[in-house]
């Protein structure tokens, strides 16, 4: 309790604070991490997933897919994370909250759409690189479980893929550009779940803390910005976060 109390002291009087979610954020609710012990790079290599191989080869597309299935990312429910960072948007003290992830737990936590960023895209819609329609995911995982291993654009024929950012993909600008501009107007940021080592989207919380102003970090294990945060927490964010919240709210 002594750092969330350190943290809450280093956010009081704040009131444009940023939220900045990585993956660590939503393995309470059952998605695994990327980076972890048990992280999903531990158990399959990213450079075969990167969207070259992934126009190119159609196993890697029905791997893809397959991983898509399993992956518990389509069904799982927000956590008391996800709640406490509702929670402290609706306070009035948070300015968004900008997510690395593409669970769309925020959002079923009750996080309005003009408060989050999603920079690496969301899982729960697919999308044609060929004609760009759009899509449920859940419809097209609907057509795997039914035998298409690699289902393709019932308008053109073309290549579907969830509509998040894969290997070698730049990031959204729009979404991008957003997240800069709340960075420019951020008076403190909050890093939940992420070892904040993946750049560009690394880069938000960065501006905040190079602009003068506090971070915190809620983070079981090191990060790459550990030596610049004004308090540290290592705790898991279902029982921290929620703790934290309640202290400045």
Known sequence: MQSIESAAVVLRGKERILVFTGAGISTESGIPDFRGRNGVWTRVDPAEFTIDKYL????????????????????????????????????????????????????KAGLPTQALVELHGNAHVARCVGCGDRQPTVDVVTRVQAGEDDPSCLLCGGILKIDVVFFGEMLPPAATDLAYALASQADAVVAVGSTLS????????????????????????????DDLAAARIEAPAGKALPALVSALT
């Open 56 to 107: 190119r080869n159609p196993d890697t597309r029905r791997r893809s897919w397959q991983m898509r299935l399993e992956s518990g990312t389509l069904t799982a429910k927000p956590n008391k994370a996800h709640r406490a960072v509702t929670r402290l948007w609706r306070s009035g003290r948070m300015l968004a909250c900008v997510t690395q992830n593409i669970d769309g737990l925020h959002q």
């Open 198 to 225: 993946v750049f560009p989207a690394a880069q938000i919380p960065l501006e905040v803390a190079q602009a003068g102003h506090p971070l915190v970090i809620l983070n079981i294990g090191p990060t790459a910005f």
